[in-house]
């Protein structure tokens, strides 16, 4: 098993460029998130999904919009890029919404 | 408005000490809690949880002690090693369903050991 796996690492982008970032799970959990790491500011929850074709907004949506169309993948769009995104961003996963979340390794986003 | 608090940024404790990491809690509807702990460049990792109708939980060197009361919760870790140096995390989830199940995390304590 791969476990949680983000695409890319690393990425630097302009201002108002639109990106996607790729999260994908090969342990058939229907629970996926997207959370952003800020310096003092923890981890913040961006959107969610409990399982193919629902989505829900988390504490800090704006921005971001996600789908959800297979179990496996869970891609987090940026359509308008500002520095305010820039972070470091991470997937989540977990059979259901109440289990023990598994990480992917980030994707750190930097907009100029 | 902060649910999950984290006061303390960075704590140092040698090794073969106790380490002691806290967070305060303000949401009454929170009945989950667990630690992450992170390494720089990694993903966070889920550590140890407990449970709200539970005061302790142990694993091994790891032990989460819960004061409902008090809305309060540690982590010992007995005796600290050099490698438990990284971010801790708290976290808190709900248990009345839909977005109540959501974690929300404190702003994370870096722990380092000193060899």
Known sequence: NAGVTQTPKFQVLKTGQSMTLQCAQDMNHEYMSWYRQDPGMGLRLIHYSVGAGITDQGEVPNGYNVSRSTTEDFPLRLLSAAPSQTSVYFCASSLFITDTQYFGP???LTVL | DQQVKQNSPSLSVQEGRISILNCDYTNSMFDYFLWYKKYPAEGPTFLISISSIKDKNEDGRFTVFLNKSAKHLSL????SQPGDSA???CAARGNSGGSNYKLTFGKGTLLTVNP
Do not use: E, N
């Open chain 1, 106 to 108: 980030g994707t750190r």
């Open chain 2, 76 to 79: 010992h870790i007995v005796p």
């Open chain 2, 87 to 89: 971010v801790y995390f």
